[in-house]
């Protein structure tokens, strides 16, 4: 299963790739000890990359940590399409949740600094998990710059990488990190008992090759995964029957998805997918969803392919159960609608031999 870590070094500076995510089955259950079904796709990455350096410095990106503009309107029409924050509070947040863990976990590390920068081809907020790419692949640098990678267990990363979103007050899961993390195909299971005993889900990595020829339809369109998951995490926390017997059920679907799967029964997993974005509507109400999400949706419907969100929007992961002359109608359509659409490419696990061992230990 382990394939070679997509990390490369130039004498002493440590270059790491995460790819972006899509969520198959059962998300958004995973924000509420539900199960889903992801995986990492080969069409999107950020990449972070650490050079020593005497003082510790945090490079913003050129574009997007954007401060210097050409007016008021460049400045203005720049916040309104992609709000006021860029990847470098990321890269903070992962660097002090590194910190504490290995404080509190007697982890040493060693006096020497470090500068780190990001890049990123990931379109921004649009479900494909852009933020937690630049967090899981910060922390992969932190691990190697340390050389502690051996004392962090797999399981324990998605963790550290969601607190550092928590801490800037993102709400989020842990299925896109756990992906990000493992890389490939996992199975989740976020079980309360287990949660709270292990202080994780439990990860089965599945077999790439399952999976029937997938595509990815995306609008560049922004949307705040933390404001549309707001409203349903209140209701679900004050116990509302409606929300915590839907999310339930759309966890299920992640559970008969894995024997679909695994049995290659695609016309069940199609069935599945559908389901699973009808409930999530049904939740969340199209207006917190946006229409322009819902149309990706719609426009794969159409055509009489299976479709749901791979985040919380922004993207849409598309089965076409009748094969290519489905493929060409749906492009045909994507592209009167104006929407990207392409085939999915999905990464192998990329976990090496040390990151192996800790699953072990
Ligand atoms: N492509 C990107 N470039 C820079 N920062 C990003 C990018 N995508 C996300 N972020 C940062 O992550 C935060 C949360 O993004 P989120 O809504 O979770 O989007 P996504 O669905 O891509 O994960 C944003 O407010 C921003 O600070
Ligand atoms: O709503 C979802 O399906 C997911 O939303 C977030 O992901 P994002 O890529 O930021 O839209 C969240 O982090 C995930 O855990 C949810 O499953
Ligand atoms: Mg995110």
Do not use: A, C, W
């Given at each position: 299963m382990a394939e070679e870590s997509p990390s490369s070094r130039k004498s002493n500076e440590i270059e790491h790739k995460v790819y972006a995510r899509a969520g198959?089955?059962?998300?958004?259950s995973d924000v509420y000890y539900g199960r889903t079904i992801s995986f990492s796709l080969a069409n999107f990455w950020a990449t972070v990359r650490l050079q020593p350096s005497h003082h510790l410095v945090i490079t913003p990106h050129p574009?997007?940590?954007?401060?210097?503009?050409?007016?008021l309107d460049h400045l203005v029409n720049r916040l309104q399409s992609e709000?006021?924050?860029?990847?470098v509070r990321l890269l903070m947040s992962i660097c002090k949740v590194f910190y504490n863990y290995c404080n509190e976990n007697n982890i040493e590390l060693s006096k020497e600094n470090f500068t780190l920068s990001y890049d990123t081809n990931?379109?921004?907020?649009?479900?494909?998990s852009g933020s937690s790419a630049i967090v899981c692949a910060a922390l992969n640098c932190l691990l190697d710059f340390y050389k502690v990678r051996h004392l962090v267990k797999v399981e324990i990363r998605p963790d550290l990488i969601l607190s550092a979103e928590k801490e800037l007050g993102i709400i989020a899961g842990l299925q896109d990190r756990v992906a990000q993390v493992y890389g490939g195909l996992v199975y989740m299971d976020f079980n309360k008992d287990h949660m709270e005993k292990l202080g994780h889900g439990v990860y089965t990595p599945m077999d790439?090759?399952?999976?029937p020829p997938l595509q990815l339809i995306y609008a560049e369109n922004p949307s705040d995964s933390g404001k549309v998951h707001s409203t349903v995490r209140k209701r679900w926390l004050e116990g509302d029957e409606f929300i915590v017997s839907s999310m339930a059920e759309v966890a299920d679907l992640a559970l008969q998805g894995q024997t679909a799967i695994l049995e290659k029964d695609y016309s069940k997993l199609a069935d599945l997918m559908n389901r699973n974005f009808d409930l999530r509507r049904s939740m969340f109400g199209d207006d917190a969803l946006g229409s322009l999400n819902i149309e990706m949706v719609e426009v794969a419907r159409r055509v009489g392919a299976a479709s749901k969100f791979t985040?919380?929007?922004?993207a849409v992961v598309v089965f076409c159960p009748d094969g290519p002359p489905q493929v060409k109608l749906l492009e045909d359509a994507c592209k009167e609608a104006g929407f990207v659409i392409q085939p999915l490419k999905v990464v192998p696990s990329y976990l090496n031999e040390d990151d192996l061992k800790t699953l072990l230990g």
């Open positions: 198959l089955l059962g998300n958004p574009t997007h940590d954007l401060v210097q503009f050409s007016g709000g006021y924050y860029g990847g990931i379109p921004r907020q649009t479900g494909l790439t090759s399952l999976l985040g919380s929007g922004g």
